[in-house]
Nanobody, 116 residues
Framework: QVQLVESGGGLVQPGGSLRLSCAVS????????MGWYRQAPGKERELVAGITSGGSTYYDDSVKGRFTISRDNAKNMVYLQMNNLKPEDTAVYYC??????????WGQGTQVTVSS
């Protein structure tokens, strides 16, 4: 089992920045990759950024150049630095862990609201 706890969401003005954090615990040896998903009202959950155990990263086109995913293996933490935030980034953001069978573990989610 893997436990994920997100923090760092909140209300920010357009153009502002936020950093999301995800604390990872449990059977972390089984994790192949970590990711950040988001779900806006009335929309499907989408993967916005991912990072493999080897350090390779993935970004959705909508966040490239604005979001950065990183990990601190010593602290068992994963981060999502979000810059130049736009109203369309408003969503609940979820930390997720991928094993061989898929994205099996999810955090509780943290709300990000971008509004003036």
């Amino acid at each position: 089992q893997v436990q994920l706890v997100e923090s760092g969401g909140g209300l920010v003005q357009p153009g502002g920045s936020l950093r999301l954090s995800c604390a990872v615990s449990g059977s972390i040896f089984s994790i192949n990759a970590m990711g950040w998903y988001r779900q806006a009202p009335g929309k499907e959950r989408e993967l916005v950024a991912g990072i493999t155990s080897g350090g390779s990263t993935y970004y959705d086109d909508s966040v490239k150049g604005r979001f950065t995913i990183s990990r601190d293996n010593a602290k068992n933490m994963v981060y999502l630095q979000m810059n130049n935030l736009k109203p369309e980034d408003t969503a609940v953001y979820y930390c997720a862990a991928q094993e061989a069978g898929g994205w099996n573990y999810w955090g509780q989610g943290t709300q990000v609201t971008v509004s003036s």
